[in-house]
């Protein structure tokens, strides 16, 4: 479908600027319009002083997704509010994985969920981004 497509072309743009996402080893696995899935490998240099991973680093992750998710039908969005739970600690080497999914796309605002499973399947946080919708184009 053209609009998967311009998301895709979005989406490609953001993450060749997008020098923290590259940081965070993030991998774009799926894109469709007001969606996106991408992943992560855990890294020591991201762990915090209690032996598990940094809170942010979750955060980046879905902060990222819902990036990519609300700024996919190439309307700069920026987020207005966010917030998320942590349900399960996440060590080095586990395999994140960021599922980004639209439930509201209005004129200005898009209110999107975001559910971050490991490498067995469990969740290990929950996110929640409001983004608001600037009417300008990224690409």
């Given at each position: 479908?053209?609009?998967?497509?311009?998301?895709?072309?979005?989406?490609?743009?953001?993450?060749?600027?997008?020098q923290?996402?590259?940081?965070?080893?993030?991998?774009?696995?799926?894109?469709?319009?007001?969606?996106?899935?991408?992943?992560?490998?855990?890294?020591?240099?991201?762990?915090?002083?209690?032996?598990?991973?940094?809170?942010?680093?979750?955060?980046?992750?879905?902060?990222?997704?819902?990036?990519?998710?609300?700024?996919?039908?190439?309307?700069?969005?920026?987020?207005?509010?966010?917030?998320?739970?942590?349900?399960?600690?996440?060590?080095?080497?586990?395999?994140?994985?960021?599922?980004?999914?639209?439930?509201h796309?209005?004129?200005?605002?898009?209110?999107?969920?975001?559910?971050?499973?490991?490498?067995y399947?469990?969740d290990?946080?929950?996110?929640?981004g409001?983004?608001f919708?600037?009417?300008?184009?990224?690409?």
């Amino acid at each position: 479908m053209e609009q998967d497509i311009t998301a895709r072309k979005v989406v490609d743009y953001m993450m060749q600027h997008d020098q923290f996402s590259q940081w965070l080893g993030i991998e774009v696995l799926e894109i469709k319009e007001g969606y996106s899935k991408i992943q992560m490998v855990v890294r020591q240099e991201m762990i915090n002083g209690l032996g598990i991973v940094h809170g942010g680093i979750a955060f980046s992750l879905a902060d990222s997704a819902f990036a990519f998710a609300c700024n996919n039908r190439n309307n700069l969005s920026v987020a207005l509010d966010t917030s998320i739970n942590f349900l399960k600690p996440v060590h080095v080497n586990d395999v994140l994985m960021a599922q980004a999914k639209e439930i509201h796309n209005g004129k200005s605002t898009g209110l999107y969920h975001i559910v971050i499973t490991n490498q067995y399947q469990h969740d290990v946080a929950v996110f929640k981004g409001t983004c608001f919708r600037t009417h300008k184009n990224l690409i």
